[in-house]
């Protein structure tokens, strides 16, 4: 998977950017997750403003229905399957994205954040790698766009025992008005 230092991206004149992300979806050969619902006693998965989606926590819960779940760290999940968790988290983001723009991903004008937990053992300090999973995905689908500023914290349990959970902030366009 392309790093944060790898990721290739195609540069347009401003004002001549056509975006179709969902084919880019199709050309990266990514199928998303179902869009997740709350876990616990909350009702709001994605809030909307007018230009900004505040997105909660996601899980790495695979297109299967499994989670990723245990800690990071010697003697449990290895960096990589770190990275795995948090670019499942990523891939239920934009699920959960896909669902709140009403199946447009091109009104994402900028992922604008990330915040990302990664429940880790004690002597792990590499949180900060485990999170590219993350932000590899999100540069791989959106493109420029999909650059963010991001935070990452370790933890010593998560909900359900998943091994990372992450949260983004989106800038949006509004939704085209009918004419």
């Not at 990452?152 to 909900?159: K, M, Y």
Request: overall charge negative; glycine content about 10%; aromatic content about 4%.
């Amino acid at each position: 998977a392309p790093t944060l230092r790898h990721v290739a991206l195609r540069h347009t004149p401003l004002g001549a950017m056509a975006v179709h992300t969902e084919a880019r979806l199709r050309e990266l050969g990514i199928t998303l997750p179902a869009p997740g619902t709350p876990k616990a006693n909350y009702n709001i998965v994605c809030w909307e403003s007018p230009s900004v989606l505040y997105v909660s926590g996601h899980l790495p819960i695979r297109t299967d229905g499994t989670m990723i779940t245990g800690v990071v760290g010697p003697g449990a999940l290895t960096l990589e399957q770190g990275q795995e968790a948090a670019r499942w988290c990523g891939l239920n983001l934009i699920a959960t994205i896909q669902d709140q723009l009403g199946g447009d991903l091109d009104r994402v004008e900028k992922i604008v954040k990330l915040f990302g937990i990664v429940s880790s053992t004690l002597d792990f300090k590499e949180q900060h790698l485990v999170m590219n999973g993350a932000s590899d995905v999100m540069m791989e689908v959106f493109g420029e766009r999909g650059y963010h500023a991001r935070s990452a914290i370790g933890t010593s349990t998560l909900p359900l025992d998943i091994a990372v959970e992450v949260e983004a902030v989106v800038k949006v366009k509004p939704a085209a008005t009918p004419a």
